[in-house]
C-alpha cells in the first residue's frame, strides 16, 4: 500500500475552562478526543459530523493553527508536532487550508493581489512582477479575471471570495489541503461550482483534500473516504459507497436517515434521535452515543469502544460490532 | 455569584496595592516641604528641622510607604497635617457631601438621558431625536466649570431662582446625622428643608450631570438603535406585542446593558469632575478637600483622599460589573 | 376559493435605501389553502423573508414599505390593516417563527416570562393560568422537565430546544397560519428531522396551514404540499412538490436541482448554474435570470417574462413556454 | 457578473465617501479647519498682541475697537482667543499624539505577547484607570509644578491607558479572525502578522478615538487651567483665560461667556468629526 | 462684672446629639446648642473664602482661624476696635517695672470660661508654658503642634537664647507677673495679639490634641460645631463678662471660595457679612441700596523684593532704576479700583515711626533708563521675576501684577522672564536666595513697627523673613536699638531713621498698602473691620 502523506494518531485536543475564585482550571471542553486517521496521497477524505463535533479543530490541530493536547501528526513521514516555529513555517508551503467563511478569512483592508501574493513574498518570492505574474495565473486558475487582482474583499460575491481564499491555497503548489466547509456558507447554485473547481483543480495539480463538511451529500458527493464525528470521536471512517450504503455505526445510520432528499419518490424509514447532542465539556462514559442509541447496551455506558476495523478497511467504534473483526 | 464576587475581589489587591504605591509616590515627589507650608512665610530654618523631625519625614522613602500600608490596613488613614485631625473620620462628612451631590447629578443623568436615549431611538430621525443628539454633543462637548458658572451667573445672580452656593440655608443649618443632608431632612420628618437642600442641589448636579447625561442619552439611543434591530424585538413584535412594551420590556433590559457599564465608568469621571463643581458652588466635598490639601502640601489628606476616591470608583465599578451580570444572565460566574 | 387561508397580489415590498430602491419583493402571489403546508424557495436574497415580514407588517420601516399589492387573510386586506389590528392578527391569528433560535428569544428573560407573555397579549387569563398554558405547550412540543424550562434561560436550552420553544409559544394562541422562515436552517441534521417531525404533527393535528420559507429542496420534498421557487425577489415558479421536484419547468429551477449532489443514486460531475445570484434592482430590464440562464435568448434581456399558466396551478415565468420555444424546453429536460 | 461594474474601492475611500455623505461629520470639519486656519493666521486677524496690556481699558465690552471686549488687564480678548486657538490645537495634538504612540506600542505589546507581558501591562492600566481622570492629572501637574508642558504631559500620561486597552482589546480579538489565522496558516511571521494585518485593521477606532481625545484632551486641559494647573499667563489658554475672568462674571460677562463657547465649538467639532468617523468605519455599516 | 457660678444653663445642652460634631462626641455637651432653630433674628452668617486651619489661636498664623477664635477666647489685653491701641481685656491693669524687665497684671474676676471652669492666674501661666515650652504635658507636639507666632514674638522658646520670658509668677489667683531676661519694647503689644488667648486648662486636659476642633475660652461666643470647608458655628455666650454682650445669638462663619458666588450670596440676603470683596466690585456694592462697603484700614504692604546679593540687583543703581520704572499708582488703580495707596515705606502709614519725609520713587521711566546705563546696562538686561501663587490681602492678584511689573520693566529694557513656583517651593527657594526680582508682602499682627522693619530687612533675619538678603550694619543697629527701648518717642525717632536709609539703598520696590473691602447687609451695625483682619463681633447687631 501506498505511504500515507498524512497520519493522524491519538490527536486530542481539550480546551481548558477555568472558573472558581482564582480562576484556575476547573474542567476541560474535549473539542477532540482521540481521534486517528490516514490520508493516502492524491485521495480526498472527508469528514462529517454534527456542528461542535471537533472538525474544525481537527482541521486546525494537525496544521497546528491550534497546538493539539496530545498526539502525532506525520506529515510525509516527519511527526509536525515536534517541529520548532521555524521549521513549521516553511512546512506551511506544503499544507494549506480553505476556511468555512469567505467573509472572515481575508482581510479587508488588503487588495485580493496583496492577499494571494503575500504567500508568495513570505515563502520567498521576492521579485514584485514575478508574483503578480503568478496572482493572475492563480486568479485565472480560479476563475477569477486578472483584473480583479486590484479589488478588495467586500467587492465581491461569496463565491467568488472562496475563489480568492482557493487560489491563496494554492498559491505555493502545496501537497495537502484541509478544507474546513468551504462551501457551507454559499448559495446553493454558487456551491456546485466550487465543489466542481475543487474537484478540477485536484486532478490538475494532484492535491490531496481533508474535506470538512456537515452536509452529508456534499461530502458524499467529493470524497473518496469519509469519517463520521461525534462529540470529539471519530465514530465510523470508510470508503464512502461502504458508509453510505451500509453504515454501520447506529449514528451513521441515524445521520444518513435523517437527511432530508429533494426526491419525492425516495420514502425512508427515519431514525429520529431523541435529545440534543452532549456537551463536549461533559461527555457521557462509555460510548459517548449512547445517550441517544437505539441500540444502546448496558456495556455501551462503561466502556468506550475501540476504533477498529470491522471488515477490510471500514473502521467503527461501536461495541455491536465487538468481535467481528 | 459569591464565587464571582470573591474573585473580583481577589484581583482587586493587586490594583489596590499599585494604587496605594501610587499615591504615595506622588505626595512624595510633589516639591515643597510641608513644613514649610505649616510654619509660613515667618518660620526659621530650624522649626522647619524640627518639625521634620515629629512628622517623621526624614525616614527612608520605603520605610515611609511601609508604615502607611501597615496604617491603612488599620484603617489609619493619618492624620492630616494642616487640621490635626484623624483623616478617616474628618474625611466623612466631605465623603457624604460628594455622595449626595454625585447621587443627584447621576440621577438625573440617568433619568434624561436614559429617557432622552429611548426616545431618540424609538423616533428615529425625527425632530426630537435631531435636538436630542445636538444637544447631547453639545452637552458633552462642554466644560463642566464653565457650565457651572453659566448656571450660577444666570440662575442665581440674574435671575435669583435658585441659590448660588452650598448644600443648604446657611442661616439655619441641619443638625447632621449620616451628613447625606437630603436623607438627613427626611430623617427629621423636616420637609421645608428638604425642599430647600435639594434646592441647592439643582444647579450643581446639572452642572455635573450634564456630560454623563449626553453621554448616557446617547449610548443608550445607539444601543436601543441596536437592540430594536435584533431578532428576539423581531420575535416580540411577531407575538403581537405593543410598541411599548417592545421598548420599555424586552428593548430596555437590553439596551441598558452597555449603558450600564457607561454609567459606572462615568460615576467615576463625576468624582474626578466635582473637584470643578465643588469650588465653583462652595461645596464641601471631597474633591475640594483633596484640592485645599494640594495647596496646603497636606501629604496625609492628599494621599488618602485621592486613595479614597480612587477606592470608591473602584467599588461601583465593581458593584456596576456585578449588577451587569445580574442583568445578563448569559455571563456565567 | 372557500378554504384559501391566506391569497397574496402582486405584493411588492421595496427597500428605500441609500444604494437606491431595492426591490426586495416584486409582484409576489400565491395562496395557502386551509390546512395545506406551503413552501418558499430560493436562495439567499431572493426575497422569501422579506415576503414572510411583510404578511405581517414586520418590515423594519423605514427603509422598508409595501408599495403594492394585496394580502388577503381570510379575505382581509392585511397590507390596508391598522397596526391595531395588526396586533391582534400577530401572534394570535398568524404566528411567526424564525430562523434563528439562537437569537430569536429575548435573552434577559426567562423562557416562561416571554411564553405567558405571549398568551396573555391575547387571552386574559392570570398569570397562573397562562404559566400552565405555557407548561402545557412546552409538553406538546416534546420539550422534557418542562415545569422547570419556563424558570430557565434562552441561553441555557440547546439551538434545537429554542426552536420548540419558539414553536410552542407561536402554537400557544391556537393560529391559523403558522409562518417558519428557514426553521431549520441552522440547526443539525438529526434536530431538524425532530422539528421537521414535530412541524407535520402539528399541521397534521392542529390543522394548522403552514408556510414554511427555506432554500433546502430537501425540506420541501419533506413536509411540503406546494412550492413556491423564488429569484432575485420574483416568484419563477409554482406547483406541487413533486411537480417542482420531479419535472421542473424554469431553467431556473432545473438548474437549482441538478446542481444539488445527490445522497442517493451514482453520482456525476454536477451540474453548475454559471455565475452569481442576481441580488434584486430596480429598473432591471429583462429577464433577472437571463444572465445565467443557458437558454436565454435576445427577448430575455429585454423583456421580464411574466408567469405562464401551465394548466392545473403550474406557473412558470419564462418565455420558452411561448408556443415557439416551447420543443426547446423540452429538449432540455429530457437532456437531464 | 454585476461585480464587475464596480472599480476598485479602498476601504479608505470607502470612508471618505461615507463621511462625505455625513453631514454633522462636515459641519465638524468646518468648524475644525475654521479653527486651524485660525490659529495659523493668527497675527493677520488682529493687530494687537495677545500680552498687550491696556490698563485704561480693563474690562470693556464688545465693541468696533475691541471686537469681543477687554479683560481686566485690558488686553484684547479677541486677539487672545485667536492666539489661544493655536494653544488649545496644540494641546490637543500633542496630547493624544502622546497617548496614542505609547498607547498603542503597549497595547499591541500586550495583546500580541499575552501571559505575564499581558498581565503587567493590564495592570498597570487597571490601576492607572482606577484614579478618575482628572484627578490624575492634577496629581501629576502637582508633582511636575503647573505649566502647560506637565499638563500636556499629565493629559498624555492619562489617555495612555485608553489607548492601550484600545488596542490591547482590538489586538486580542484579532487575533481570533480568520484571515488573522489564515495569515498564520500562510507562514508569516509574527512582526508582518501584527504590522500588515492586526495594526491595519486596528486603525479604524484608533482614528476615531483619537479624534474624540483630541476634545477630552482639551476639555482637560482647560479644566487644569482653570485650576491654575496648566498654562501659565500670559499664555491665552482657554480655561485659564476663564480662570482669570471668573470674579468679573458679573461686571463683564463676555469675559467669561467668549472662552467657554470657544472651548466648547472645538470639541464639538472634533466630537462631530470622531462621531462621522465612527459610522463611517464601522463595518457593521458596510454589506 | 459678671457672676462667677461656673455651671451653664442646663436647658441650653439639651439635644446635643443634633449638633455634635465628630470629635465632640464624649459627652462634653457644654458648649453644644439645640438644633438651630434660632433662624433669623439674632443670627449672623459671615462669609470668606476659605476655613479656618485650627481653632487652637496659639498654633497657628492662619487669619481665618483668628477670625474665629477672637470671638471664643481672649487674652490678657486686646485692641481698639479700629487700630492697635491695646485695652484691657482679661487683665483690667497692668504694671511695667522701669527697667522694662518685668510685667504684673491683675486678672478680672469671676470670670468663668465655657466649660465653666474659673479663669484664674493659673490658667494664664498653664497657657504660655505650653507654648513656650515643647516638652509641656498640653504641648502636643508629638502630634505636630508648634506656636511659631510665639516663638517669633517672645525671641523663641523655652531654653532658647533669644527667648524673653524669663518666668511667669503667680502671685495670686488674680495677679500674675511675666519676668523678662531683655527688655522687648513691643511685650505689651504682643499681647493684644488675638494668637496668645487663654485656652481653658480643663478643655486641654479633656480634648488634648484635639483641642483645635474644640475652642474653649471665655470669649463672647462660644462654639458650637465645625463643618469643615463648609460652616463654624458659634453661640451667644450667656455669662459673658461684660454685662449686655453679646448681642448676636449666634454667629456662622461660612467658607464660600468663589468670589462672586460670596457676593450673589450677600446680595440674595443669605448672609449678612463678606470677607474679601473684589476690588473691582466694590463700586457697585456702594451704589446698591440694602449693602454696605467697608475697608479695613492699611496694615500692609506689597512688595517687588530685589536679591540683593545677586547679580546685577546687587548693583543699588538697578534697584534704584526698577523702582523708578514701576508704575505703582497703575497698579494701585487696576487692581485695586483705587483701594489703595502707594506705597514709600514697608511701614504703613499710621505705624509708630513713620516716616512720611521719605521721598518716593515716582514713576520715571527715563530716570530709570538713565539709571540703568549708568549701571552698565544701556543695552538693556535680562533678569528673572518671581512670582507667589497665591492671593493675600496685601496682594489679591500677583500674577497679573507680575504681568504689569513684566510690562513696565520691558518699556525700560529690562526683560523679565516670570518664574512661578508653588507655593512652598516659593517660600522654600526665596529663603534659600535662588531668585533675583519677587513678589511677597507682609501684614502686620500686633501693630508695631518692629514686626515690619525688623522682620524683613534686619540682616539676622537673611535665612528666615529677610528674603531680599539687604544687610545693612547700620540699619541693624537702629532696629536693635529700637526694639529694646521702652520710650515709644525714642523708638520712633529710630525707625524713622532706618526707613531713611533703607529707601535709599532700595532693597525692594514698595508698591502698595492696600485697604481691603468688605461688604454687608445694611442690617449689620456696629461691625468695624479691624486692620488685623479679625475683629470681635461682640458688639455686632443686626437691625431691620
Ligand atoms: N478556542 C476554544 N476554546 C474553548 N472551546 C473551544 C474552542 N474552539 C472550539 N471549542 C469547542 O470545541 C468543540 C469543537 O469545536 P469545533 O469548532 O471543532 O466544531 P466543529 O465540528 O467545527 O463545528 P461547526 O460545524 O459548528 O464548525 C465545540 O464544543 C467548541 O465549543
Ligand atoms: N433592511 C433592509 N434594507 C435594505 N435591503 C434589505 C433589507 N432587508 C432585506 N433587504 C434586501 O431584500 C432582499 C431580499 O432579502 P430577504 O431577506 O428576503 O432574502 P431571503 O430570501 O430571506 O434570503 P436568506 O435565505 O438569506 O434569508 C435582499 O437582496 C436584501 O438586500
Ligand atoms: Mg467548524
Ligand atoms: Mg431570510
Not at chain 1, 207 to 235: C, E, N, P, Q, W
Not at chain 2, 10 to 36: C, D, E, R, W, Y
Request: aromatic content about 8%; glycine content about 8%; charged content about 20%.
Amino acid at each position: 500500500m501506498q505511504q500515507p502523506i498524512l497520519e493522524v494518531n491519538g490527536l486530542k485536543k481539550y480546551f481548558p475552562i477555568h472558573g472558581g475564585v482564582l480562576g484556575k482550571k476547573v474542567g476541560e471542553v474535549k473539542a477532540v478526543d482521540d481521534v486517528s486517521f490516514q490520508v493516502r496521497p492524491g485521495e480526498i477524505l472527508g469528514i462529517v459530523g454534527e456542528s461542535g463535533c471537533g472538525k474544525s479543530t481537527t482541521g486546525k490541530s494537525i496544521l497546528r493553527l491550534i497546538e493539539p493536547s496530545e498526539g502525532e501528526v506525520k506529515f510525509e513521514g516527519q511527526d509536525i508536532t515536534t517541529f520548532g516555529s521555524e521549521e513549521m513555517r516553511k512546512l506551511r508551503k506544503d499544507m494549506q487550508i480553505i476556511f468555512q467563511d469567505p467573509y472572515a478569512s481575508l482581510n479587508p483592508r488588503h487588495t485580493v493581489e496583496k492577499i494571494i501574493g503575500e504567500p508568495l513574498l513570505v515563502h520567498g518570492m521576492k521579485s514584485k512582477s514575478e508574483r503578480k505574474k503568478r496572482v493572475q495565473e492563480l486568479l485565472e486558475v480560479v476563475g477569477l479575471s486578472a483584473y480583479h487582482a486590484s479589488r478588495y474583499p467586500h467587492q465581491f460575491s461569496g463565491g467568488q471570495r472562496q475563489r480568492i481564499g482557493i487560489a491563496r491555497a494554492l498559491a505555493n503548489n502545496p501537497k495537502l489541503i484541509i478544507c474546513d466547509e468551504p462551501v457551507s456558507a454559499l448559495d446553493v447554485s454558487v456551491q456546485s461550482q466550487i465543489l466542481n473547481l475543487m474537484e478540477e483543480l485536484r486532478d490538475e495539480f494532484n492535491l490531496t483534500y481533508i474535506f470538512i463538511a456537515h452536509d452529508l451529500s456534499v461530502v458524499k458527493h467529493i470524497s473518496d473516504r469519509v469519517g463520521v464525528m461525534y462529540l470529539g470521536r471519530m465514530v465510523e471512517l470508510t470508503d464512502k459507497e461502504k458508509l453510505y450504503e451500509e453504515p454501520k455505526h447506529p449514528y451513521t445510520q441515524a445521520l444518513l436517515s435523517a437527511v432530508p432528499e429533494p426526491d419525492p419518490d425516495i420514502v425512508k424509514e427515519r431514525i429520529i434521535l431523541e435529545g440534543d447532542v452532549p456537551s463536549p465539556a461533559n461527555p457521557p462514559a462509555g460510548c459517548a452515543f449512547h445517550t441517544r442509541c437505539p441500540f444502546a447496551m448496558d456495556i455501551c455506558s462503561q466502556i468506550r469502544p475501540e476504533f477498529q476495523p470491522v471488515d477490510n478497511q471500514h473502521f467503527v467504534a461501536c461495541h455491536l460490532y465487538d468481535g467481528r473483526q | 455569584m459569591v464565587t464571582y464576587i470573591i474573585r473580583r475581589l481577589l484581583m482587586l489587591i493587586p490594583v489596590l496595592i499599585g494604587m496605594t504605591l501610587i499615591t504615595f509616590s506622588i505626595v512624595h515627589l510633589i516639591p515643597g516641604n510641608p513644613a514649610q507650608v505649616i510654619l509660613g512665610e515667618t518660620a526659621t530654618g530650624e522649626a522647619i528641622a524640627n518639625l521634620e523631625e515629629t512628622m517623621g519625614l526624614n525616614e527612608p522613602y520605603f520605610v515611609q510607604y511601609w508604615n502607611y500600608l501597615l496604617d491603612l490596613l488599620q484603617g489609619d488613614l493619618g492624620t492630616s497635617l494642616r487640621s490635626k485631625a484623624e483623616i478617616s473620620s474628618e474625611i466623612l462628612p466631605y465623603i457624604a457631601a460628594t455622595f449626595e451631590l454625585t447621587f443627584f447629578a447621576m440621577l438625573f443623568a440617568i433619568i434624561v438621558g436614559v429617557n432622552a436615549g429611548i426616545i431618540s431611538a424609538w423616533k428615529q430621525n425625527s425632530w426630537f431625536d435631531f435636538l436630542a443628539m445636538l444637544f447631547a454633543l453639545v452637552g458633552v462637548s462642554m466644560p463642566v466649570f464653565w457650565l457651572a458658572l453659566m448656571e450660577q451667573w444666570i440662575f442665581a445672580q440674574e435671575l435669583g431662582w435658585l441659590p448660588a452656593y452650598g448644600r443648604q440655608d446657611s442661616r439655619d443649618p441641619i443638625a447632621a446625622i449620616t451628613h447625606l443632608y437630603v436623607l438627613d431632612s427626611l430623617i427629621h420628618l423636616d420637609f421645608a428643608r428638604a425642599f430647600t437642600i435639594l434646592k441647592h442641589l439643582i444647579l450643581p448636579s446639572i452642572a455635573l450631570g450634564t456630560i454623563p447625561m449626553a453621554i448616557i442619552a446617547r449610548m443608550t439611543r445607539s444601543s436601543m438603535l441596536e437592540v430594536m434591530k435584533s431578532d428576539y424585538i423581531r420575535t416580540v413584535r411577531a407575538k403581537g406585542s405593543g410598541q411599548f412594551l417592545v421598548i420599555y420590556k424586552h428593548a430596555l433590559k437590553n439596551a441598558m446593558i452597555p449603558v450600564v457599564t457607561v454609567i459606572g465608568l462615568q460615576t467615576g469621571v463625576l468624582l474626578g469632575g466635582a473637584i470643578l463643581t465643588e469650588t465653583i458652588f462652595s461645596w464641601p466635598g471631597v474633591g475640594r478637600y483633596v484640592y485645599e490639601a494640594i495647596n496646603y502640601r497636606d501629604y496625609p489628606v492628599i494621599q488618602s483622599g485621592i486613595l479614597v476616591i480612587a477606592f470608591i470608583f473602584v467599588m461601583i465599578n465593581l458593584f456596576v460589573d456585578i449588577l451587569y451580570k445580574k442583568l445578563d444572565p448569559r455571563i456565567k460566574y | 376559493m372557500e378554504d384559501v387561508i391566506l391569497e397574496l397580489s402582486g405584493l411588492s415590498t421595496h427597500f428605500f435605501t441609500d444604494q437606491g430602491e431595492i426591490p426586495a419583493v416584486d409582484k409576489v402571489s400565491f395562496r395557502v389553502h386551509k390546512g395545506e403546508v406551503v413552501g418558499v424557495v430560493g436562495e439567499s436574497g431572493s426575497g422569501k423573508s422579506v415576503t414572510s415580514l411583510s404578511i405581517l407588517q414586520l418590515i423594519p420601516s423605514p427603509p422598508g414599505k409595501i408599495v403594492s399589492g394585496s394580502i388577503r387573510y381570510k379575505g382581509e386586506d392585511l397590507a390596508k390593516a391598522t397596526e391595531k389590528r395588526m396586533k391582534r392578527i400577530r401572534g394570535n391569528e398568524i404566528s411567526m417563527i424564525f430562523q434563528e433560535p439562537m437569537t430569536s428569544l429575548n435573552p434577559v428573560f426567562t423562557i416562561g416570562n416571554q411564553m405567558r407573555e405571549a398568551i396573555r397579549i391575547h387571552q386574559k387569563i392570570s398569570k397562573k393560568a397562562a404559566t400552565e398554558k405555557a407548561i402545557q405547550m412546552l409538553k406538546l412540543v416534546g420539550i422534557p422537565r418542562a415545569e422547570d424550562i419556563v424558570n430557565e434561560y434562552p441561553h441555557q436550552l440547546s439551538g434545537g430546544m429554542r426552536q420548540r420553544v419558539m414553536i410552542a409559544m407561536a402554537m400557544s394562541s391556537d393560529p391559523s397560519l403558522l409562518i417558519a422562515d428557514e426553521p431549520t436552517t441552522a440547526l443539525d441534521v438529526t434536530i431538524q428531522a425532530q422539528i421537521l417531525d414535530l412541524m407535520k404533527k402539528i399541521n397534521k393535528e392542529e390543522h394548522t396551514s403552514i408556510l414554511l420559507i427555506t432554500h433546502d429542496l430537501g425540506v420541501v420534498a419533506d413536509i411540503c404540499d406546494r412550492v413556491v421557487v423564488m429569484y432575485a425577489g420574483q416568484v419563477v415558479e409554482k406547483g406541487t412538490t413533486r411537480e417542482i421536484l420531479k419535472d421542473p419547468q424554469h431553467p431556473y429551477t432545473q438548474g437549482l436541482i441538478r446542481s444539488l449532489p445527490k445522497l442517493h443514486g451514482r453520482e456525476e460531475k454536477l451540474y453548475s448554474i454559471p455565475g452569481t445570484v442576481a441580488r434584486p434592482k430596480k429598473d432591471r430590464v429583462g429577464c433577472r435570470f437571463a444572465p445565467r440562464c443557458e437558454f436565454a435568448f435576445e427577448r430575455c434581456f429585454k423583456e421580464n417574462p411574466e408567469l405562464y399558466q401551465l394548466g392545473d396551478g403550474r406557473e412558470s415565468r419564462c418565455f420558452l413556454h411561448t408556443e415557439k420555444k416551447g420543443e426547446r424546453l423540452e429538449d432540455a429536460t429530457t437532456n437531464t | 457578473m454585476e461585480a464587475d461594474e464596480i472599480e476598485a474601492i479602498s476601504p479608505w475611500k470607502d470612508t471618505f465617501r461615507q463621511l462625505r455623505k455625513n453631514r454633522f461629520a462636515i459641519i465638524g470639519f468646518t468648524i475644525i479647519i475654521f479653527f486651524i486656519l485660525v490659529a495659523i493666521f493668527a497675527p493677520l486677524f488682529t493687530s494687537y498682541t495677545y500680552h498687550q496690556q491696556d490698563l485704561v481699558n480693563r474690562l470693556q465690552p464688545p465693541s468696533a475697537e475691541f471686537w469681543l471686549g477687554t479683560d481686566h488687564l485690558g488686553r484684547d480678548i479677541f486677539t487672545r482667543l485667536v492666539y489661544g486657538a493655536r494653544v488649545s490645537l496644540m494641546v490637543g495634538f500633542i496630547a493624544v499624539t502622546g497617548a496614542l504612540v505609547f498607547g498603542t506600542l503597549l497595547g499591541v505589546t500586550a495583546g500580541y505577547f499575552g501571559r505575564w507581558v499581558d498581565m503587567i501591562i493590564s495592570r498597570i492600566f487597571d490601576i492607572l484607570l482606577a484614579f478618575p481622570s482628572i484627578l490624575l492629572a492634577i496629581a501629576i501637574v502637582a508633582i511636575l509644578g503647573p505649566s502647560l508642558e506637565n499638563a500636556l504631559l499629565a493629559i498624555a500620561i492619562i489617555n495612555i491607558p485608553i489607548f492601550g486597552r484600545l488596542v490591547r482589546s482590538r489586538v486580542i480579538s484579532l487575533r481570533e479572525e480568520e484571515y488573522i489565522m489564515a495569515a498564520k496558516a500562510q507562514g508569516m511571521k509574527n512582526g508582518r502578522i501584527i504590522f500588515q494585518h492586526i495594526l491595519p485593521n486596528s486603525i479604524a477606532p484608533i482614528i476615531v478615538q483619537s479624534t474624540l481625545g483630541f476634545g477630552t484632551a482639551i476639555l482637560e486641559a482647560a479644566a487644569l487651567g482653570f485650576l491654575g494647573l496648566g498654562a501659565q499667563p500670559p499664555t491665552p489658554e482657554w480655561g485659564q483665560m476663564l480662570a482669570d475672568s471668573r470674579d468679573f462674571i458679573q461686571l463683564a460677562p463676555w469675559t467669561v461667556i467668549v472662552p467657554g463657547v470657544a472651548i466648547m465649538l472645538v470639541v464639538l467639532g472634533f466630537n462631530l468629526i470622531g462621531d462621522g468617523l465612527r459610522d463611517a468605519l464601522d463595518p457593521k455599516m458596510k454589506n | 462684672a459678671c457672676s462667677g457660678d461656673g455651671g451653664a444653663n442646663p436647658d441650653e445642652s439639651s439635644d446635643d446629639a443634633a449638633a455634635e460634631t465628630d470629635e465632640t462626641a464624649d459627652g462634653e455637651s457644654e458648649g453644644e446648642a439645640e438644633e438651630a432653630s434660632a433662624s433669623g433674628d439674632g443670627v449672623l452668617v459671615f462669609a470668606r473664602g476659605g476655613d479656618s486651619e485650627s481653632l487652637d489661636p496659639g498654633s497657628t498664623t492662619d487669619g481665618e482661624s483668628s477670625r474665629v477664635t477672637q470671638q471664643v477666647l481672649e487674652g490678657l489685653l486686646t485692641f481698639e476696635t479700629d487700630s492697635f491701641e491695646l485695652k484691657p481685656a482679661l487683665a483690667h491693669d497692668w504694671e511695667v517695672s522701669e527697667d522694662g524687665l518685668k510685667y504684673t497684671f491683675y486678672l478680672e474676676e469671676g470670670v468663668t470660661f465655657h466649660d465653666g471652669t474659673p479663669f484664674n492666674a493659673e490658667a494664664v501661666k498653664v497657657n504660655f508654658e505650653r507654648w513656650a515650652d515643647p516638652e509641656h504635658e498640653y504641648a502636643f507636639a508629638d502630634e505636630g503642634y508648634v506656636y511659631s507666632m510665639y516663638g517669633t514674638m517672645f525671641g523663641g522658646y523655652k531654653g532658647e537664647e533669644g527667648h524673653v520670658i524669663e518666668e511667669i509668677n503667680v502671685v495670686n489667683d488674680y495677679e500674675i507677673e511675666f519676668v523678662l531676661n531683655q527688655p522687648l519694647g513691643f511685650f505689651l503689644q504682643n499681647l493684644g495679639m488675638s494668637y496668645f488667648a487663654i485656652t481653658s486648662p480643663a478643655a486641654l486636659e479633656e480634648y488634648g490634641p484635639e483641642i483645635n476642633e474644640n475652642p474653649v475660652g471665655t470669649g463672647p461666643f462660644k462654639f458650637v460645631s465645625w463643618t469643615k470647608d463648609d460652616s463654624i458655628i458659634l453661640d451667644k455666650f450667656e455669662d459673658y463678662r461684660v454685662e449686655g454682650l453679646p448681642k448676636l445669638d449666634r454667629v456662622i462663619f461660612e467658607v464660600i471660595p468663589d468670589n462672586a458666588a460670596r457676593l450673589i450670596a450677600l446680595r440674595s440676603g443669605e448672609i449678612d457679612i463678606m470677607d474679601g470683596l473684589n476690588p473691582d466690585d466694590a463700586a457697585g456694592v456702594e451704589a446698591e441700596d440694602g449693602l454696605e462697603l467697608l475697608t479695613r484700614s492699611e496694615n500692609n504692604f506689597g512688595y517687588v523684593g530685589f536679591n540683593t546679593q545677586k547679580e546685577p540687583l546687587d548693583k543699588v543703581e538697578v534697584r534704584q532704576a526698577i523702582n523708578y520704572a514701576i508704575d505703582k499708582q497703575a497698579i494701585a488703580d487696576a487692581l485695586y479700583a483705587g483701594y489703595a495707596t502707594t506705597a514709600k515705606n514697608p511701614l504703613p502709614p499710621g505705624y509708630l515711626g513713620y516716616n512720611d519725609d521719605v521721598e518716593a520713587y515716582g514713576y520715571d521711566p527715563d530716570k530709570a533708563r538713565e539709571l540703568l546705563a549708568e549701571a552698565g546696562f544701556e543695552d538693556g538686561l535680562d533678569i528673572e521675576l518671581w512670582t507667589m501663587p497665591v492671593a493675600r490681602p496685601y496682594m489679591p492678584d500677583p500674577e497679573t501684577v507680575s504681568q504689569i511689573v513684566q510690562n513696565n520693566l520691558e518699556d525700560v529694557g529690562i526683560n523679565a522672564t516670570i518664574v512661578r513656583e508653588e507655593w512652598a517651593p516659593y517660600l522654600e527657594k526665596t529663603l534659600q536666595g535662588e531668585h533675583q526680582l519677587f513678589i511677597l508682602g507682609w501684614s502686620g499682627t500686633n501693630g508695631d513697627p518692629d514686626y515690619f522693619l525688623s522682620s524683613l530687612l534686619h540682616g539676622s533675619n537673611v535665612g528666615s523673613s529677610n528674603r531680599t538678603f539687604y544687610v545693612n550694619e547700620e540699619v541693624d543697629e537702629l532696629l536693635d536699638g529700637a526694639k529694646r527701648a521702652i520710650d515709644q518717642d525714642e523708638r520712633a525717632e529710630l525707625y524713622a531713621k532706618a526707613q531713611e536709609l533703607i529707601s535709599q539703598d532700595s532693597p525692594m520696590v514698595t508698591l502698595v498698602h492696600s485697604t481691603p473691602v468688605m461688604a454687608t447687609t445694611s442690617k449689620v451695625k456696629n461691625y468695624v473691620p479691624h486692620p488685623s483682619t479679625s475683629e470681635s463681633l461682640a458688639e455686632v447687631e443686626l437691625v431691620e
